[in-house]
């Protein structure tokens, strides 16, 4: 795992759209993972400014969304169909047929499930997977106790997640139960893993993400396992970490032809 701490979420988000960017000039027809949430919105913000001024061509690229809530329509304000053409789709020059993002009213989920599966391994994997981090640790939508061996499914969300997501929702007896992630194994098969995380909600998560044990408990922690995750990271988000200045110090001294 590599640890880049940034003074606040512009700093981290400029640079997140700084390796989203190389990762497409080098592939263009890169196959990204997308992750939805209030963290993303910068990054999202960034991408669309670099795409602007011809920095960054998405026309080739396909999309793989985490997940989505079961109940919603891709129309309903609060879906994550929604939250992806507001904030990001409408202003790249995406292929519309390259966006794939878990159907909320699948009839059949479970079959769902299983072609998303098979459509991210027809597309050749994903090369690049951007993530948030929930306050309990989980990613896409793998709560606590989810395997840490899991592919995409349908699961229940927890109090606290249903809780933390409530400010998307006007309506909040509207906000679902239940949704369709894709699963930690899932996440895991990514070639390069890019995690955003901000503020000093997340920072007992944090903690127990990058220096607690590999736990279940924490669906986060399995990303110690994986070989090509960076992981940046405010200042505030970064306050309980017991190593943070040897992070800083790795970062400050990383090798000129490894720097981003
Ligand atoms: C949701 C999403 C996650 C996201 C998390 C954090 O649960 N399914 O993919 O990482 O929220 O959200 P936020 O960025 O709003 O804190």
């Known amino acids: 795992m590599e640890i880049i701490i ?24 890169s196959v990204l993972g997308l992750a939805t949430g209030s963290t993303q919105l910068p990054l999202y913000k960034e991408l669309i ?42 202003f790249i020059n995406i292929k519309k047929h390259k966006i794939h993002i878990p159907n909320g009213l699948a009839p059949d989920i479970s079959d769902h499930c299983k072609q998303y599966e098979g459509n991210i391994r027809a597309s050749g994997g994903i090369d690049l997977q ?18 840490l061996s899991s592919r995409t499914r349908i699961k229940t969300l927890t109090e606290k997640t249903i809780k933390d997501n409530a400010p ?3 309506n909040k007896n509207e906000i679902p139960r ?4 894709m699963g930690v194994g899932t996440i895991m098969d990514s070639k390069k893993c890019l995690m955003l995380v901000f503020g000093e909600k997340k920072a007992e998560a944090v903690k127990q993400m990058i220096e607690g044990p590999i736990s279940s408990s924490i669906p986060a922690s399995i990303l ?3 070989n090509n995750t960076i992981v940046i990271i405010d200042k505030d988000a970064s306050s309980l ?20």
């Open 6 to 29: 940034t003074e606040d979420k512009k700093a981290a988000s400029c640079l997140a759209a700084k390796i989203v960017s190389k990762q497409i000039e080098e592939k263009p027809d």
């Open 168 to 170: 998307l929702f006007k």
């Open 49 to 90: 400014k670099l795409h602007k001024e011809g920095m960054v061509d998405f026309r080739k690229i396909t999309t793989f969304n985490l997940d989505e809530y079961v109940g919603l329509s891709s129309e309903h304000p609060s879906s994550y169909h929604s939250y992806m053409w507001k904030n990001f789709f409408s």
């Open 130 to 147: 951007i993530l948030g981090l929930g306050s309990d640790g989980h990613i896409g939508f793998n709560e606590p106790s989810s395997s």
């Open 178 to 181: 239940h949704v369709i992630t």
């Open 241 to 260: 970490l017991g190593r943070r200045d040897y992070y800083k110090w790795v970062y400050r001294n990383k090798p000129d032809w490894q720097k981003i």
């Open 224 to 226: 110690q396992m994986h």
